[in-house]
Nanobody, 113 residues
């Protein structure tokens, strides 16, 4: 089983990034809600967004209106589109399979000028 996150990097405030998380070794598209979490330096991991297998979504208040979670069940991939990025969005972002309990290895997003 593997959840491979990618797409992080350095971006200026106000910029955008699209994170991807490719899954293998699991039945991705059935009864498998996927989520993104993040952990900023010195802080606890926090919830960002969830998407159900059917596509319904939920967001943390801190990212609502700025982030969009989506998924491609045929491609076993979940995405997080982030816009209007702020320095406080700087964190390692992790994808998570709520049904299987697996975590990706994380991808670092740094928002700085």
């Amino acid at each position: 089983v593997q959840l491979q996150a990618s797409g992080g990097g350095l971006v200026q405030p106000g910029g955008s990034l699209r994170l991807s998380c490719a899954a293998s070794g699991i039945i991705f598209g059935i009864n498998n809600p996927m989520a993104w979490y993040r952990q900023a330096p010195g802080k606890q991991r926090e919830y960002v967004a969830t998407i159900a297998s059917g596509g319904s979504t939920n967001y943390a208040d801190s990212v609502k209106g700025r982030c969009t979670i989506s998924r491609d069940n045929a491609g076993s991939t979940v995405y997080l589109e982030m816009n209007s990025l702020k320095p406080e969005d700087t964190a390692v972002y992790y994808c998570h399979s709520l049904y299987y309990g697996y975590w990706g290895q994380g991808t670092l997003v740094t928002v700085s000028s």
